[in-house]
């Protein structure tokens, strides 16, 4: 009897995964030219430490919506431009972890750069933390645009001084100018926010226009978040690691 269900444990343990991924492919499989820049397998996010359940820097999405990418990356690629990925298919064990950050006001570490104006208390009022994200559908993913060829990005020092994410001065990102950096929490990361002008403005309509003739919708309050119309797993939110499948 033991034996039987030791068994039984270990099929169970080995198929479920496999079942969970099934509708899942990693980007670089389905377009290698993409950029990655997967912010929460480094130190470099509003946490300030590598978040629990990325232990590799991938980017994963459902199939759809790596299909989907790859149409608006051929379109950049005609302009000289290519895209870059901050963050895809998020677990739901990486969200539990934003949401313990958030609740540990003491921990304020990278205040200075991800939410200089925003006090710690109303992260979750205000919207930045949720204790449910669409990115653990998998259909949904942050990104950017990066001119070709991209220039060199240096790496993040962990514990170097931190500059406010809406400086002109900000973190030396490759990126073309979207008058924020990645994950900065302030009204200025909303896509249409009307003091973002010229060619930042430009930028942040290239990238939506483009994401929305492939069938991806914008979040209004974050220029970098698309989630796929039609999504394959609209109610389901998984928690599978960051990891080759």
Avoid at 25 to 45: G, K, S, W
Avoid at 208 to 215: E, H, L
Avoid at 222 to 236: K, R
Wanted: charged share 25%; net charge positive.
């Amino acid at each position: 009897m033991r034996a039987l269900l030791l068994s039984v444990l270990l099929t169970m343990s080995f198929a479920m995964p496999a079942q969970a991924t099934s509708g899942f492919v990693v980007l670089r499989d389905v377009d290698p030219t993409i950029l990655h820049d997967i912010r929460y397998d480094t130190a470099h996010n509003f946490v300030g430490t590598r978040i629990d359940g990325y232990q590799a820097p991938l980017c994963i999405l459902t199939r759809p919506a790596a299909l989907a990418l790859r149409k608006v990356q051929r379109e950049m690629l005609a302009q000289g431009l290519t895209l870059k990925v901050y963050d895809c298919y998020r677990p739901q064990r990486a969200v539990d972890h934003f949401v313990r950050w958030a609740r540990d006001l003491a921990d304020q570490r990278m205040k200075a750069e991800f939410y200089p104006n925003v006090d710690k208390t109303r992260l979750f009022e205000d919207g930045y933390i949720a204790e449910k994200s669409g990115h653990s559908r998998g259909s949904t993913l942050d990104l950017t645009v990066v001119k070709l060829p991209p220039r060199h990005q240096r790496a993040y020092v962990p514990g170097e001084k931190l500059v406010h994410c809406f400086a002109p001065n900000r973190f030396p990102d490759n990126t073309v100018n979207m008058a924020t950096g990645y994950d900065c929490f302030d009204t200025l990361s909303h896509t249409d926010d009307p003091r973002v002008t010229g060619k930042a403005r430009d930028n942040r309509q290239l990238l939506k226009s483009a994401m929305g003739r492939a069938g991806f919708r914008n979040l209004p309050e974050e220029w970098w978040h698309f989630t796929l119309n039609g999504e394959p797993y609209p109610d389901t939110y998984f928690d599978f690691p960051v990891a080759r499948l």
